[in-house]
């Protein structure tokens, strides 16, 4: 599923007249980019449009047939479910719930329940190496463990796009690199395609792809 | 994860919070149900322990004092009235109105129950406890000679001794008495004179027990009936005469009256009385209890005001964990889950912690009750069904976790707001 976005414009309600402006940006099927920006750049802003957490002023946020700028925030909501998986930054497990756990909850959200959820969910950790940690809380398992349940439960749904948010912020380089090296194959692997944001160069120099968030705004 | 699996791990995340905030519900709601439960059945069981009486006739004063110590037997005798007063309304005067009546003459005790002095009428089928014609558990009634008795009345109301000649000290006891001092038919008890049993009679003044009434849930399972003359006969009665003439004094006189207009007759003839009252008892248990109710009223506005801070108090737990779910609630935005989903969720956090509390209220009201029940038997007379659980009980469990709800909107309405892309903001 491809993305295409065209001129898009979303005012900051807290920063006064600011504006970010996205002229025109597209992302093939299977593709993989990184986007480089540093803080206050709006780069997270720019993930929020797309996968719909935030809705524009104005413009078109195409995911393949569907502009969910156009859409309902409900919609947009069960869009998100379906369609696109999301990696925050190291710690976004919840952190009550075990890996099995975080990972059902996607699942529920785009209508995937009972056995088939558990199994697909158990299906996916394994997939990224964590299986044996399906009943551990966050707590009790490693950074390095943590951001590949978190890899995990983004691509459970089977999503045709994964957004990634600083995915490798607080590992340290080795973990990072591996972490990064697991998100980009298994996002291959599973046939979707990856946006990821940073500001760190050990990241960017691995993507083919590479566009600053000054090159895409105007 | 279905959302009430979610609430459940947002709860178990918070255990000391949940089990607190439940903790005040169950409490609020204990509260109220044993108010609610005790009026109830304060209201059951006095209505139904004077079911079937209609008139007391005794002394002056207060009318529900006079049907608390007739009926229910509790209290002391306020004083007497002259045992005429019971010939005259078993003249032919009355009988078109009046179709039975039962004396009463109390002041001995026995082993701490009640004795009453009366008749044979006490055992008239009319006569409502226990109901019906078949009075007895086991043996049968005392015996009562009317010639005997009128003889006896006459020889005190002279100041004279009427002699031992035909005596009979023969008694009846409610199945109570029986029960717990493990009496029955043949034997033998002392009481001791004051309703408090403080004084022993001189002598040997030995009654027999000639039988065991049925148990019936009302008073008088718990006092002991003996035949009127053998009251009279002991010497230390002095307090059974009236002060002046010395005649042998009745402490009232529950009337029968018959069908139609004869309560109404009875009740306006004897009202024209100032040596005597006469107290229609429907009348007065509706005015003890209209009495009780305005105090069960504030007890139970005061349980209820417990609910309501505790309500609050869940409100303000899950208000107070907002702030620190807020990126919890934005993650659960990312993954996909609706704004309305959210809102359930918390207002369903809140329904559930109040559910559960006042659940535990329930329980914890009618163990309390169920232990407590025995007590109030002896203490009050009040028969308490600890395991009902009432309709006005459920609803007020409904009404709980609904208002819970309601409150739980609150936190909810923010959870509700949460700005995802500013909580989504990676913690630098």
Redesign the interface.
Known sequence: MSLRIEDLEHRYE?RGPATLHVPRYALEDGEQACLVGG?GSGK??FL?LV?G??APRRGVVRHGETDIAALG??AR??F???R?G?V??T??L????SAL?NL???????GV?GEEARTRALETLGRVGVGALADSRPARMSVGEQQRVAIA?ALVNGPALVLA??PT?NLDEENAERALDLLRGSVAEAGASLLLVTHTRSVRDRFDRVETMAEISA | MSLLAMVRRAMAQRPLATVLTALGVALGVALTSVVLTLQHELDRSYRRQSAGFSLVVGPSGSGIELVLNSIYHVGESRGLIPYSVLRELESEAWRPYLKHAVPCAVGDSYRGYRVVATTPAVFDPLFPQPEGANKFAAGGPFTLDPVELERVVAAVRRGEDPGEEGERREAVLGAEVARRLGLGVGSEIEPSHGVEGDHHHAGEDRWRVTGVLRATGTPIDRVVLINLDSFYRIAEHAGGRMPVTGEPGLSSILLFPRRGPGKLVLLSNLRKRGDLQVADVPTEIARLLDLVGNVDGIFLLVAVLVVVVAIVSVMVAIYNTMNERRREIAILRALGASRRRILSLVVLEAALVAAIGGLAGLILAHAGLAAGSARLAAVAGLEVRAATVLPVEAALLGAVVLAAAAAGMIPAWKAYRTDVARHLAPLS
């Open positions: 807290d803080s997270t802003t929020n996968a957490i935030l925030e409900a909501d069960r998100r479910a379906r696109i999301y925050f930054q710690f976004n919840l952190q009550g719930l756990e059902l909850l996607p699942l529920g959200f785009a329940r439960r948010d600083e912020a």
